[in-house]
């Protein structure tokens, strides 16, 4: 059924992405939520899908996270063949007006984006009209050390760049300015401001320069826009019906409000109608549970690629993250494979275990970091999987901070 969200005015100062104390939410119980899926991935999720014993531990579970990493609402599916499936919702969609959360929101899917990305320019390796071990300089003029800077090194993480979302005026003008339309060489012209920060192949350094580049090149070799291409080449083979990359800050309805502490003060501020168009390639792209489910496995198993590719794209290496290794626009965390998501207001977790086949998506509506300065979404990755998959504990997503 149709929602109509109530949108309202930041009112909180927007403030400095240093700044990261987690906020009080208001509580909410945990309640079941039927969701659909598509015929690839079998019928609906009944309450009590996993049995009773196993659903009420995890339905104290998701509250008890909840709570503990001060997330305002929270979306949670599983999906465990042979064991069965569990889709839950905790908390509120809208903190004025303690709205509960729900499981068909639409969602801001952040570094999610570059599974998508990449995956479009992996299409165009099978065609043989780009090669992974091309300079970038070969497709875009300019880029800092771009005669030895490959694709590949790009799409893994290891070209060297220095992050434009580092550097301290971007900081200052994003949370300055949220609902700026920012284009891709404007963002990219932060981060040439500043020398790399090593020779390319030699550390990984998670960066959204990086995409942002590759999706320059997408454009560039096939002449259309990049949300045309994810669109025509991944997200209606994978399957997908709700899943897109805006122009702007466009956010389809259901969707639950965004609340980050990733301000210049501190203060929480509502996010939902900032424009991620400064992510782009690397973060900008919009999704829901169904697709995420159905993206998970499509992902992780190379469905839209040929098996040769997508093992050049398991190709994982260290990043310095314990558990955590990365491929091409993709990671790996305790035997989990996809990718996690973060963008002021919204975190998400898309992964898929193949040893057991299992899906696993979260959603979140916060990206305020807790105690420590751990991603809330790490978090509730970790106390899910611990009672589902305790072999496979989730160690972490990367996201940049």
Not at 101 to 106: E, K, L, N
Not at 131 to 139: E, G, K, M, V
Not at 290 to 300: G, I
Request: glycine share 10%; proline share 8%; charged share 20%.
């Amino acid at each position: 059924m149709p929602r109509t969200h109530r949108r309202r005015l930041l009112a909180a100062t927007l403030l400095a992405a240093s700044v990261m104390a987690p906020f009080a939410t208001a509580p909410a119980t945990a309640v079941p939520a039927a969701v659909g899926a598509g015929p690839h991935h079998g019928d609906d999720c009944p309450p009590g899908g996993l049995g009773h014993e196993l659903t009420a531990k995890l339905d104290r579970t998701v509250e008890d996270v909840r709570k503990q990493a001060a997330v305002p609402g929270l979306v949670v599916g599983l999906w465990l063949p042979g064991r069965g499936c569990y889709v839950r919702t905790s908390g509120v969609a809208d903190k004025a007006t303690g709205q509960p959360m729900f499981a068909d929101t639409y969602v801001r899917i952040g570094s999610e984006t570059k599974t998508f990305t990449v995956t479009a320019l992996l299409e165009l390796v099978d065609e043989g009209r780009v090669r992974l071990d091309d300079p970038i300089d070969t497709y875009i003029r300019g880029v800092p050390n771009g005669k030895k800077i490959t694709l590949r090194h790009l799409a893994e993480m290891r070209s060297g760049l220095f992050p434009y979302t580092s550097d301290p005026e971007f900081i200052h003008d994003l949370y300055s300015e949220p609902e700026r339309q920012l284009e891709p060489w404007e963002a990219l012209s932060y981060g040439y401001r500043h020398k790399n920060i090593a020779e390319p192949g030699k550390t990984f350094q998670y960066c959204n320069s990086n995409l942002v580049l590759l999706g320059l090149v997408i454009e560039k070799v096939t002449g259309r826009p990049l949300r045309d291409v994810i669109h025509e080449r991944v997200v209606r083979p994978g399957g997908l019906r709700h899943t897109f990359l805006p122009e702007g800050a466009e956010f389809p309805e259901p969707h639950a409000h965004g609340y980050s502490n990733q301000t210049l003060t501190g203060a929480v501020a509502d996010t939902t109608d900032w424009n991620p168009s400064w992510a782009w390639a690397a973060g900008g792209m919009i999704s829901n549970l169904r697709d995420l489910r159905h993206w998970a496995p499509v992902l992780a198993t190379g469905e839209l690629l040929s098996p040769e590719t997508q093992k050049q794209r398991l190709k994982l290496l260290p990043t310095g993250f314990p558990g955590t290794s990365y491929g091409l626009g993709i990671l790996k965390t305790n035997g989990w494979i996809g990718h996690n998501g973060s963008l002021p207001g919204y975190e998400t977790v898309t992964v898929y275990l193949p040893e057991q086949k299992a899906t696993m998506v979260l959603i979140l509506n916060t990206d305020s970091l807790v105690a420590g300065g751990q991603e809330p979404s790490t978090l509730v990755a970790r106390a899910i999987t611990r009672v589902i998959t305790p072999d496979h504990v989730y160690a972490g997503g990367i996201t940049p901070r």
